[in-house]
């Protein structure tokens, strides 16, 4: 199929940061084939055409922490302290989730990103089959693992699903799909454990997704127990010699930045979930100094209450000045390099998304800037970063299938969806 998005503003993200006025876009299958003036191009041969007046195109966003079956726990337990939030309620409430709890709640949290202009995301949880289940309906990309904590010694069979998963799916829907391996966290597996993934991992050459340094308690225990930082201790496992995906680095120090550097990790930040839980704040500003692609997430919606990642890419510019004093910290281009190109980075993904390139995979979320509070737009990047909602987005492309177009979902039944989670939200958090 050949579509035409004509007309349109676009903002392509790329290396030399180029902007487009009411100019256009061709899609040939899932690729973009031209950028630019009509010119040669035959409208004759064009399948689909999309009016992009007073509209803007940009790289689908791209959210690097999720937890999509928590959709099913947003505003169940707010106002806790993560340790509490996490053992008081979150883990029991996980111990009765059944696989169509993961389903349902994965085809609401992607309706959910894709009305607010994310195309791909990185999943770390478990009925991981479910989750790919609800992608192959809803038309997004994404980078999955399953989530690991070790609980006993009879947890050895997370990593076998884990691998299972792998031989299975990834690079399976046309390759929307990429498998990594998910181990929790440094307090939630044992080094001997860690290295039991690492070793599947790296015979499969996967990446890690590993959640890192999120909590100033968490720090304290790493140095208790293994007198170095949790970032030194993976460090000096080896972890980091797997292309490594670490959501938060909060409470990291100059050591374990240069550590991040060295190797080579993707730290991925997530401002509201870590504001909302009181973790702290994310010295980002100082990471993208040293060239690190820090990328940008909203993790689960029970700790986030939402999956909106244009709210996630004005908080991560916004307060980080607020922190470190600095009204130049993370500047717009930034906190949307972070939700876009670098999320890419991150997933391994950079040739293929992240950027609108001729070449590069047709992800491509068309705003509707014919607005109030986008006028006027002295600054398109300010205009992004600053004003721009989640419910400015008109039209998403991922892999050059419209998924929605003038705000109706075309591959997902949202009444349904939203039907489902109710009840078995109920039934969850009320009767089992």
């Known amino acids: 199929m050949k579509i035409l998005i004509k007309n349109v503003d676009i903002v392509t993200m790329n290396e030399q940061n180029q902007f487009y006025e009411r100019s256009n876009i061709v899609i040939e299958d899932n690729i973009i084939t031209h950028i630019g003036d009509i010119g040669d191009i035959n409208k004759n041969k064009v399948d689909y055409e999309i009016d992009g007046s007073n509209k803007l195109a940009m790289p689908g966003l791209i959210n690097c922490h999720t937890h999509l079956g928590m959709s099913l726990f947003r ?18 409430a996980e111990a009765k989730l059944i696989a169509e709890d993961i389903y349902w709640a994965s085809l609401l949290s992607m309706s959910e990103m894709i009305a607010s202009g994310t195309t791909t995301f990185c999943d770390m949880y478990f009925f991981m089959d479910q989750v790919i289940k609800a992608l192959d309906i809803s038309g997004m990309r994404a980078s999955l693992a399953r989530g690991i904590v070790e609980e006993d010694s009879n947890s050895i069979y ?118 909302k839980l009181a973790s702290g704040f994310s010295p980002v500003n100082r990471m993208l100094k040293e060239g690190i692609k820090v990328a940008l997430g909203t993790d689960g919606a029970a ?26 910290s993370v500047t717009a281009l930034e906190a949307l390099n972070m939700a876009t190109i670098n999320g890419a ?12 390139e001729i070449g590069k995979k047709a992800d491509i979320i068309i705003l509707d800037m014919d607005k109030p509070h986008l006028c006027p737009r002295n600054n398109v990047y300010s205009t992004l970063a600053y004003s721009a909602y989640g419910s400015d987005v008109d039209t998403v492309i991922v892999d050059g299938n419209i998924l929605m177009e003038r705000k109706e979902f075309k591959t997902i039944d949202i009444e349904k969806v939203k039907y489902m989670v109710k009840v078995n939200s109920m039934d969850l958090l009320n009767n089992r």
């Open 75 to 92: 505003n169940y337990a707010d106002d806790m302290i993560l340790s509490e939030w996490l053992t008081k309620k979150i883990w029991p």
């Open 345 to 356: 980075y991150a997933l391994g993904l950079e040739k293929e998304i992240g950027s609108l």
């Open 158 to 275: 997370k990593i076998e699903e884990n691998e299972k998963l792998f031989n299975e799916y990834n690079d399976s829907l046309n390759g929307r799909i990429k498998i990594m391996f998910g181990p929790h966290a440094p307090y939630t597996c044992s080094p001997e454990f860690l290295l039991k993934i690492m070793d599947s991992a790296s015979k499969l050459n996967a990446s890690l997704h590993i959640h890192l340094s999120e909590t100033r308690n968490e720090v304290e225990e790493s140095f208790r127990k293994y007198n170095k930082s949790p970032i030194k201790h993976m460090y000096d496992l080896g972890l980091f010699d797997l292309h490594t995906v670490a959501a938060h680095c909060v409470h990291i120090d100059e050591e374990d930045i240069k550590l991040i550097k060295e190797k080579n990790v993707h730290p991925v930040n997530n401002p509201s979930s870590n504001f």
């Open 303 to 328: 700790s986030n209450n939402n999956l909106n990642m244009f709210k996630e890419i004005s908080m991560a510019s916004i307060v980080n000045k607020a922190v470190d004093n600095d009204p130049m």
